[in-house]
């Protein structure tokens, strides 16, 4: 991923949690059941952390474009966003809670995406 890729998506990404917090803050209060709210608030939650995270390593690509692991680690850390978040977001607007089994998947790949940064930064 590049630099430029990377700010890009986190931009956006961050658009989004933006109004997907707003949404479930308002247009879903009352809507969702109590333990679909937390849910959402999880998604939202994770969303906004990981959508910085990818803003970071955007601006670390920046600096040092030829870092090896970085892009690694925003491609693993924009996967992982949309499958744990994403299932998420759709388990609490549908109700299907067999969603939830793809949310580990997505916690695995923000772990491994985090782990992906620690190595390219600690390997000068």
Same mark, same amino acid.
């Given at each position: 991923m590049t630099a430029r890729l990377a700010l890009t998506l986190s931009s956006l990404l961050l658009f989004v949690a933006v109004g997907t917090g707003a949404f479930g803050a308002h247009a879903l209060k009352g809507r969702l059941d109590a333990d679909l709210?937390?849910?959402?608030?999880?998604?939202?939650?994770?969303?906004?952390?990981? +959508? @910085?995270?990818? @803003?970071?390593?955007?601006?670390?690509? $920046?600096?040092?474009?030829? $870092? $090896?692991?970085? +892009?690694?680690?925003?491609?693993?850390?924009?996967?992982?966003?949309?499958?744990?978040? !994403?299932?998420?977001? #759709?388990?609490? #607007?549908?109700?299907?809670?067999?969603?939830?089994?793809?949310?580990?998947? !997505? !916690?695995?790949? #923000?772990l491994a995406g985090w782990a992906a940064l620690a190595w390219a930064v600690a390997r000068r």
């Open positions: 709210q937390t849910v959402w608030q999880t998604a939202v939650q994770y969303h906004f952390w990981h +959508a @910085l995270g990818l @803003l970071a390593v955007g601006v670390l690509l $920046r600096l040092e474009p030829g $870092r $090896r692991g970085l +892009a690694a680690a925003a491609w693993l850390l924009l996967l992982g966003l949309v499958l744990f978040s !994403g299932s998420l977001y #759709l388990m609490a #607007l549908s109700g299907w809670r067999l969603l939830g089994a793809v949310t580990p998947v !997505g !916690g695995v790949a #923000l």
